[in-house]
Every structure is written in C-alpha cells, then in structure tokens.
C-alpha cells in the first residue's frame, strides 16, 4: 500500500477514534508496512491537523504505549463559528412569547451541533471526566457532540422516569423562572459511585435546573467537574444560583415589542 | 504543499461534510495546487474509501459541479457490528422488572450511537429525505447519528410543549403497552409543508408510538418515507400497527424468573 492510501486509512480512523490509544502495530499489520513508515505517516498527520488547529496525535513510548488522537479546536476557530452563529440567532422572528428565543432548527443542525461540541471539546479537553451529564430534552444532542470529542459516555436524566431504565433515583428542585416544583430522576446503574461529570444543559436563566443537577450528582457521590451551558441570559428577578460555567453565548436583550434581539459571545470569550 | 499533506486535509474535510457538495477550486484554493493535481488525490481518497466500505466520492461534472463523500457501510460490517451489540445486550442483568431490557449504557456510548448511524445511513442512502423526526428522549443520539450520515436536520417531537418552542402542533395517541392515552407535541415552525421524513425509535413493540407520530406527520403534510427502530419486540398481546419499518434488533425472549434473554438481528438483516 502506498503512503497516500495509508494516511487516508489512518486519518479516517484517528478521527472515528478520539482519544483511543492505538498501539502501532495495528497500523503495521493493517498495512502490512515497515514501522519506521507508519511512524513518518503518524508524524505528516500530527503536522497537519496541528496545522489544521483539530487537534494532535500524541505518542506514549513503552510496552503500553501507542499512538492517540486528542481533538482541539482553537479559539480564533471557535470565535468565528460563535459569532456567526450569533449572526443566525439576532433575527426578531426567533422572539417567542415571554422573551425566549426560537433555538430549535439551530439544535437540530448537526453542522451547528458538531461544532459546538468541538468548542465545548477544547474548553474541558484536559478535565478528567467520567460521564457527560445533560438532562432532556434539548441538551441532549450538545452532550453527545462534546461525548464525541472527549470519547466519555453519555447520561441522561429525565423528567418522567421509565420503565425501561429500572430502579431510579429522583430529586425535586424549584425551577427558576417558573418556580414551579418539579422532579428529575435518573436510573440508578446509569452513573458509578465516586464519578467525574461534566453537566451541560442549552440554556440557563436562574439556574434552577442546573443547580438540580447538582443536586441530584450528589446522590451518586459524583463530583462535577464543569458545568456547560450554550446559551446563558439574565435573570432581572433573581440571582442566579449557579456560579462557576461556561457559555457560549449570552442573550442580552429579548424586546418582544420591538423585535430587537442581542446576543453576544458567552464567558468563555471573556479573557 | 505534498500530495500526503493534502490528503490528510481533504479526507478530514470529506468526513466532516458528508453529503455536501465542495467545488474543486476550493481545495486548489486551499493548498494552491494544480487542479490535476487535486484531482488525482481525490481519486486515491475515493478509491481508499471504497476499500475500507465506508462510502465514496462522488463527482458532478459542469460549472455547478464538485465532489461530494457519500457515507456508506457495507453489509458486513453492519452485520460484524450488530452481531457485538447482541452480545453486549444479552446479558441477563440487564432485564428489568416487566421484562424490559436496559439499554441506556449503549445508548448513552458514542461508539454504539455513531455505528447505528452508519447502519441506518446506509439503509436509508438512497431516500430523499428532508428531516429526521425522533420522539424524546431515546430516539434523539440515534437520529442525530443518523442526521450525521445523511446530513439532514434532526426535529425532536417532545412529550410535553414548552414555551421555548413557540405554537405546537399536538396529537394523542394510545400507547401500544400500556393503553394510555398519551400526548405528543411538536413545534409549529420545525417542519415546512410537503417534506419527506425518516421516523426513527429506540424501541418498537406494539407500534403505539410510531403511530402517533405517523399521526402528527399528517398533520404537517408530511410524507413518510421510512421508518428505522434500533430494536423491535414481540406483543404478544395484539398485532403490530406498523407493517413497514426497518429494524436491526429483534427481542425474541426476555424472562425474568430464568433469566433468560434472547436477541436476533432485525428484520434489516433479513433476505
């Protein structure tokens, strides 16, 4: 085989691989090559997806040792998807009765979605982490997208336990906006004692669901090591009761009479 | 820039805009290459990944022409892939109370979600689709692992409206198992008139909830092009209300005093 069949192979299984050690003879028998080839195909990749700004491959020398794919994505790359998501968001007809903002078609685009799953990727790519914890519904596709990257499994908790996730453990918690009272649960066997999580929820106001969260991880003995949020508003009534987060996009101003809308970039820009 | 370095670009490029149509002057843009040149390349990368059955590049002739990866994956390897899930899944620990199967821990892993998305992208790559509907909250990381392949937007139906939503469209519909009467609601502005859908489900036993969500389809004037479900059991109880879906999963026996369970392929693998 030659080099530029080997380093099309080897690039499609890094990328379908984040962060999963692969010991170099795998690639040798794959290709039935020379060692010291794979290891210069291993350094024209490295090169490139640094230059890229995706990420890196690292190589851990020893018996154990291998070749590994760490995901990045810099911040000039991050800023520009975020402002032109921005520029996608500022459009009074996403202005919904009570000042919230349409965000549904922006969730449901997979190429919005990888994207911020690669922001979230490089803002925790050197926590250690266990889970990644969202609750439904629409965090749910952020989690996974930040899950791809980081090569952490996925948790979900609901609102409504079900019959097919067994025994559960539930919380109540005062929504913030609403101050309604409502309920979360969880399936016992999802998280294992003594865990490293990641929350992450799309939007958050007072913070009321968020601090939930936080609440319900402490009945798994689970220590929550970020917490992650898309897009972030104030809350006038209130203080908000969630302190160390990250977002990506701040919502200033929702006017439902005149149809102005403000957003701007979240507290991970601030800097 | 060398021949290996481009290839290292373009085959992340491909992988990260499945579907999309890229003219050639980009990438002659891009690494300042002869457009000869740029064209043998994407003849080694197409060659490559028809090799390793993970699609090919298609090219448009004419001013409006281009290349576009088209994701596939060959019967094989869905198969190979299937064949790991049962054994994954049949492990009497995972029965629950009514004799449901717990699942959560494979649907919460990327590495199962994104190789269910290859198999339902392969089984559905000739369908002209303009959505992926999925009800919360398990269809969700499969019908965006789909929505990945397919490069189409992902519209969740919710069991409850909220106002982050804006209008809905609402249904109730019986539950297959349990005869309730359910609700299902979905956003007014999250489907244009007159669009092709694929529905997808984790799960599938009487047919309830696809029929609803056939139902609500109705009511955006929507067609039905395909129906995919990760796993389909038996009701003993009545007859299936839905004759014509794609399913990779059979749950044949689930016994909760012996601890027995017993899953087949889906009638995908069929023929």
């Known amino acids: 085989m030659k080099r530029s069949e080997r380093i099309v192979a080897m690039t499609h299984h890094f990328k379908e691989n984040p962060r999963k050690l692969i010991s170099l003879p795998y690639f040798v028998d794959s290709f039935q090559a ?3 080839s794979v290891s210069e195909d ?5 090169e490139m997806f640094q230059s890229l700004g995706i990420g ?18 810099n911040h000039n790359q991050s800023r520009q998807f975020i402002d032109r998501l921005i520029h996608v968001l500022e459009d009074s007809k996403r202005i919904l009765p009570g000042g919230y903002v349409y965000m549904s078609d922006v969730l449901g685009d997979y190429n919005y979605i990888r994207e911020i799953g690669k922001v979230f990727g490089a803002a925790f790519k050197d926590v250690d982490l266990d889970y990644i914890v969202t609750v439904a519904t629409k965090g749910i596709p952020l989690a996974y997208a930040v899950a791809e990257v980081l090569n952490v499994p996925v948790v979900i908790i609901r609102r ?5 996730e067994g025994s559960t453990v539930s919380i109540n918690y005062v929504s913030g906006s609403s101050r309604k009272i409502q309920t979360m649960a969880l399936a016992k066997r999802s998280i294992q004692e003594d865990s ?5 929820d799309d939007f958050m106001k007072a913070g009321g669901t968020i601090k939930g969260m936080e609440n319900l991880m402490q009945e798994f003995n689970a220590t929550v090591k970020g917490i992650a949020v898309l897009a972030e508003a104030e809350d006038e009534d209130e203080e908000r009761r969630v302190e160390d987060y990250v977002s990506l996009l701040k919502i200033q101003e929702v006017n439902e009479r005149s149809g102005a809308i403000k957003v701007v970039t979240g507290n991970y820009f601030n800097s």
Request: proline share 6%; hydrophobic share 40%; net charge negative.
């Open 56 to 73: 890196r491959i690292e190589t851990t020398a020893g018996a154990s040792g291998g070749v590994r794919y760490i995901p990045d994505f």
């Open 42 to 46: 291993i350094d024209i990749i490295d």
């Open 160 to 164: 409504d336990p079900k019959v097919t």
């Open 34 to 36: 020379a060692k010291s």
């Open 196 to 200: 490293n999580v990641l929350l992450i």
